[in-house]
């Protein structure tokens, strides 16, 4: 994925800006310019050097001049990863000139020195810093690094000369800083402030090349020139004081880069990989980069805050209503066991009026009516099919008549046992009654009357067919 490499130079009251592009390993020079520092009009000016609105996959780098910062080389009798990470900001704090507290500092890799180690580390004013990175903040802008301007383009250069080691001489509007670029890091620093002519004299800065290369010879520590005032007359003013001193000559992606471009490309190379690498990164902390995420937590914890009142309060109604609806339940629950008890009394535990109500119903409808729910069956039926059948030649007296659901008993007299017999026939010819039988058939004493008692099956239609 294609991304662009911003570097941006704090060079006095200008902000000098590189724009690099990153693509399938190969990164080449897309523009250079330069913008009055203040605040206004940033984004637009990047926006128009990339060519196109700005990324979250872009990388910003801003420098800071190395005048706004204090470096200290902390040596330490140890090694170990955590006792050095506690130990540092104390050491640190003892070789600064204000608090620790009010500064934003950062540290390059321990080395090994000796039995102990070795820790470049830095720092800046906070509120100094902060006033620098609140244009970038402001403008929405993704600056990732934000380090001092000699550690970042020593940083830079060693991405474009691999094998550099001679001495970075940074010279910009409001200073010039000379480093002696190490297999890791810079060796030794100088810083030299411009008076009031506004720049350095060339002799003082010569002498102390001189001091960084050491009495090395030209091959051996180079000279490279970078900053928006290393420019044609500076060469020859350093070459003429370092007579036999060769000049390093710094190329991307095959095209040569001029020393008063230099700088701002190197400081694009620092930001590639997001703050990481042999200089400074002050953009952590209270000052890190927030991100587009960040950008959007305050309205997404607003929407979420917002979503969680809603969730509470529909869950808070649907709890009223619920807890409102049991509470009927329960009344009219207490309302129909009373009113069971009142129309039912004696009926003991009552569970489910409802059921129990109609359960209750079914079984005095059961009971008003005799022989169920099959009115062939019942006793006022029975009599009727009996008076139906019983032949109209026939005296027939009955003196008692006994339905139970099972069976009817008939006991009565008649004039004789064949008129007994005829009885019997005939009421068996009913569709309602089942085979019945004479149990019982005697003459009276006085010989005129014969008693008989007739048992009769009951059951449904289909049963008695059977």
């Not at 520092?37 to 996959?57: D, H, M, R």
């Not at 009010?102 to 800046?124: H, I, K, M, N, T």
């Not at 005829?422 to 004479?438: A, D, I, N, Y």
């Amino acid at each position: 994925m294609a991304r662009r490499l911003i570097g941006i130079d704090l060079d006095g009251d200008t902000l000098n800006i590189a724009i690099l592009l990153a693509d399938k390993g190969r990164i080449r020079l897309l523009r250079c310019g330069h913008h009055r520092y203040g605040g206004e009009g940033l984004a637009a000016t990047l926006t128009e050097l990339a060519g196109g609105p700005l990324e979250s996959a872009d990388r910003l780098c801003l420098a800071l001049p190395g005048g706004s910062g204090w470096v200290r080389h902390l040596a330490f009798p140890f090694r170990e990863g955590k006792a050095l990470t506690a130990a540092l900001p104390l050491a640190l704090a003892a070789q600064l000139p204000l608090p620790l507290e009010e500064c934003a500092w950062a540290s390059q890799e321990p080395q090994p020195d000796g039995a102990g180690a070795r820790v470049l580390a830095a720092a800046v004013r906070h509120d100094s810093a902060a006033a620098a990175l609140a244009p970038f903040d402001t403008a929405g802008l993704p600056l990732q690094t934000l380090d001092l301007a000699p550690f970042a383009v020593a940083d830079g250069v060693r991405r474009l000369l691999p094998d550099a080691a001679g001495v970075l001489i940074l010279a910009g509007r409001a200073e010039t800083t000379l480093l002696r670029l190490g297999a890791h890091a810079a060796a030794d620093y100088r810083l030299l402030p411009h008076g009031p002519a506004g720049h350095v004299p060339t002799p003082l800065i010569a002498a102390a090349a001189r001091t960084l290369r050491g009495g090395r010879s030209g091959n051996d520590c180079p000279l490279i020139l970078a900053g928006s005032r290393a420019d044609a007359g500076l060469r020859a003013a350093l070459l003429k004081e370092l007579d036999g001193v060769d000049l390093a000559r710094a190329s991307l992606d095959g095209q040569p880069v001029p020393p008063q471009e230099l700088a701002t490309v190197a400081i694009a190379l620092r930001g590639a990989d997001g703050g990481h690498g042999t200089g400074f990164n002050f953009r952590r902390g209270s000052l890190a980069h927030r991100g587009a995420w960040a950008r959007q937590r305050r309205h997404l914890i607003a929407a979420a805050l917002l979503l969680g009142a809603s969730l509470l309060i529909f869950t808070g109604a649907a709890l009223t209503t619920y807890l409102h609806k049991v509470r009927r339940a329960d009344a009219l629950h207490q309302e129909l066991s009373r009113r069971y008890r009142d129309l039912v009394p004696g009926s003991g535990n009552v569970v489910d009026p409802l059921l129990q109500l109609r359960s209750r119903m079914v079984e005095l409808e059961q009971n008003s009516r005799p022989g169920g729910s099959d009115r062939s069956q019942a006793p006022l039926a029975i009599l009727r099919e009996l008076s139906r059948l019983t032949p109209t030649d026939l005296a027939v007296d009955l003196h008692d008549f006994a339905w139970s659901p099972d069976e009817v008993r008939i006991e009565g007299t008649t004039a004789s046992f064949d008129a007994a017999n005829r009885l019997l026939h005939s009421l068996q010819q009913s569709p309602l009654l089942g085979p019945m039988r004479l149990t019982d058939a005697k003459a009276n004493a006085d010989g005129g009357k014969v008693s008989f008692r007739l048992t009769l099956p009951l059951g449904t239609p289909a049963e008695v067919r059977r």
